[in-house]
Nanobody, 126 residues
């Protein structure tokens, strides 16, 4: 079992930046890929970014590529998402997720993830 807790959400003006964090506890997650997803109001949850077990492999959705940066602190069992050049369409609840044991590699598929955090809200004003 893994518990995930996101933090760092808030309200920001368009063009601004935020940094989200996700802390994992419970079973070790050093051999598991992790990811960020988001759900905007009235829309389905979508993939944002994923990072492999050792923090080297990274995947980004086309909508955030070049603006968001995912990173991993293996020793502290945390991942972060740096959100830059935010626009109104980035407004969403952002969720952290982790794959199962020995699921090393980054994935864009929601069904590949075993545990989810409660989400943190990001609101971008025009």
């Amino acid at each position: 079992q893994v518990q995930l807790v996101e933090s760092g959400g808030g309200s920001v003006q368009a063009g601004g930046s935020l940094r989200l964090s996700c802390a994992a506890s419970g079973r070790p997650i050093t051999n598991s890929a992790m990811a960020w997803f988001r759900r905007a109001p009235g829309k389905k949850r979508e993939f944002v970014s994923s990072i492999g077990w050792n923090g080297v492999e990274k995947l980004y959705a086309d909508s955030v590529k070049g603006r968001f940066i995912i990173s991993r602190d293996i020793a502290r069992s945390t991942i972060s998402l740096e959100l830059n050049a935010l626009n109104f369409e980035d407004t969403a609840d952002y969720y952290c997720a982790v794959r199962g044991p020995s699921s090393f590699y980054a994935s864009v598929r929601e069904d590949d993830y075993a545990s989810w955090g409660q989400g943190t809200q990001v609101t971008v004003s025009p």
